[in-house]
């Protein structure tokens, strides 16, 4: 099982990016799936999640600004990114969990399994 995130690159503050999620072996539907990103000098932080039924958690850095969502016929799931601030410079990284009934518990990084290889994302003042 591999999963592969893209679509990180260099905006300027105030623009947008879309990243995407796709994996080999495994079909996305089927998991739980999240968003993580991590900043140089810092520990790996969450940012969104989606479950199965499309129920969405967000942290409150992002809430607002960034949407997460799913599309099932493309095994792919997408980090919209809106309003990008330079404090969401990070690598970003999506990982599949068998969920949880505890929506904050999707914050915790113990709950996912499988991780990818991570894209990057730069935003300039």
């Known amino acids: 099982v591999q999963l592969q995130a893209s679509g990180g690159g260099l905006v300027q503050a105030g623009g947008s990016l879309r990243l995407s999620c796709t994996a080999s072996g495994r079909t996305l539907s089927n998991w739980h799936m999240g968003w993580f990103r991590q900043a140089p000098g810092k520990e790996r932080e969450f940012v969104a999640a989606?479950?199965?039924?499309?129920?969405?958690y967000y942290s409150d850095s992002v809430k607002g600004r960034f949407t997460i969502s799913r599309v099932n016929a493309k095994n792919t799931v997408y980090l919209q990114m809106n309003n990008l601030k330079p404090e969401d410079t990070a690598v970003y990284y999506c990982?599949?969990?068998?969920?949880?009934?505890?929506?904050?518990?999707?914050?915790?990084?113990?709950?996912?399994?499988?991780w990818g290889q991570g894209t990057q994302v730069t935003v300039s003042s």
């Open positions: 990982a599949t969990s068998n969920g949880s009934p505890i929506l904050s518990s999707w914050q915790w990084e113990y709950l996912y399994n499988s």
């Open positions: 989606i479950s199965r039924s499309v129920v969405t």
